[in-house]
T-cell receptor
Framework: SQTIHQWPATLVQPVGSPLSLECTVEGTSNPNLYWYRQAAGRGLQLLFYSVGIGQISSEVPQNLSASRPQDRQFILSSKKLLLSDSGFYLC????????????FGPGTRLTVL | AQSVTQPDIHITVSEGASLELRCNYS??????LFWYVQSPGQGLQLLLKYFSGDTLVQGIKGFEAEFKRSQSSFNLRKPSVHWSDAAEYFCAVAPPGGSYIPTFGRGTSLIVHP
């Protein structure tokens, strides 16, 4: 099975500061990769997904961006954080061809003050 | 596009009691179906999945789910709940094949009383 690493685990950032969250995957190759955000008491909101290196699809327009510089590395970024960016960020991965089970990382708790 | 409804935001059960969490979906054909569990501050863990075949699916931690095509449902069950089952439960659906973009329900929070 796959293992997904996310860091940092928690992050407190001031409004207007930049953001970089990293996700790496072990145990598979050429996975589909996803970034979700989960607000307090809410479900999962898909932010970005990627089917390959350099291929990013955005589901929700906002001040966040994503990049996939390597096959098993997915990065979520922002140039200037907003208060509304606070939440729990989850990285997920599926297996070959995308027809598989979605595995989730442990998440990053982001608080923007 | 597919959609998922988890009609219960919170469910409270006593330890040892049976449990059923509801999930209804909307999709033109039979989708892939999943149940995940999330403990506070943690990622999601897959409990079970249905792709095809036997409509009663066994998962980890003693959970099972039954796919009912006629009702567009995929309800999660457990015969005897343990205090450690207290968590958030998410149902998800995905179209078979394609780029695999699952849709998640809003979740059901399970509270277990001793």
């Amino acid at each position: 099975s796959q293992t997904i690493h996310q860091w940092p685990a928690t992050l407190v950032q001031p409004v207007g500061s930049p953001l970089s969250l990293e996700c790496t995957v072990e145990g598979t190759s050429n996975p589909n990769l996803y970034w979700y955000r989960q607000a307090a008491g809410r479900g999962l909101q898909l932010l970005f997904y990627s089917v390959g290196i350099g291929q990013i699809s955005s589901e929700v327009p906002q001040n966040l961006s994503a990049s996939r510089p390597q096959d098993r590395q997915f990065i979520l970024s922002s140039k200037k954080l907003l208060l509304s960016d606070s939440g729990f960020y989850l990285c997920a991965s599926t297996g070959l061809a995308g027809i598989d089970t979605q595995y989730f990382g442990p998440g990053t708790r982001l608080t923007v003050l | 596009a597919q959609s998922v409804t988890q009609p219960d935001i919170h469910i409270t059960v006593s330890e040892g009691a049976s449990l059923e969490l509801r999930c209804n979906y909307s999709y033109g054909a039979t989708p892939y179906l999943f149940w995940y569990v999330q403990s506070p501050g943690q990622g999601l863990q897959l409990l079970l999945k249905y792709f095809s075949g036997d409509t009663l699916v066994q998962g980890i931690k003693g959970f099972e789910a039954e796919f009912k095509r006629s009702q567009s449902s995929f309800n999660l069950r457990k015969p005897s709940v343990h205090w450690s089952d207290a968590a958030e439960y998410f149902c998800a659906v995905a179209p078979p094949g394609g780029s695999y973009i699952p849709t998640f329900g809003r979740g059901t929070s399970l509270i277990v009383h001793p």
